[in-house]
């Protein structure tokens, strides 16, 4: 069983940046994919960031050259930085390491 950890979640204006990590358990990590997800009620999770153990990326249209997502293998760490938000950025944010999902973030972006 992997445990997550997020934070870094906010309340920021439009234009400001936030960096989200997520720490997790167990022995693997390395070899694991990791991926940053969000959620909007009442909307289907959307992908937003994808790293393979590859070192293989891949971004969601709408975030591609603002968000880079990026890992930290030996503190067990996958982060997302997020630069120039816009409100429709506001969400619940998810790590995703293997199989296994993070508590979630709110990141809040007023205009």
């Known amino acids: 069983q992997v445990q997550l950890v997020e934070s870094g979640g906010g309340l920021v204006q439009a234009g400001e940046s936030l960096t989200l990590s997520c720490v997790a358990s167990?022995?693997?990590?390395?070899?694991?994919?990791v991926a940053w997800f969000r959620q909007v009620a009442g909307k289907e999770r959307e992908n937003v960031a994808y790293?393979?153990?590859?070192?293989?990326?891949l971004y969601a249209n709408r975030v591609l050259g603002r968000f880079t997502i990026s890992r930290d293998n030996a503190k067990n760490t996958v982060s997302l930085q997020m630069n120039n938000l816009e409100p429709e950025d506001t969400a619940v944010y998810y790590c995703?390491?293997?199989?296994?999902w993070g508590q979630g973030t709110q990141v809040t972006v007023s205009s």
């Open positions: 790293l393979w153990s590859s070192g293989m990326t």
């Open positions: 167990g022995p693997n990590f390395s070899a694991d994919d």
């Open positions: 995703k390491v293997g199989d296994f």
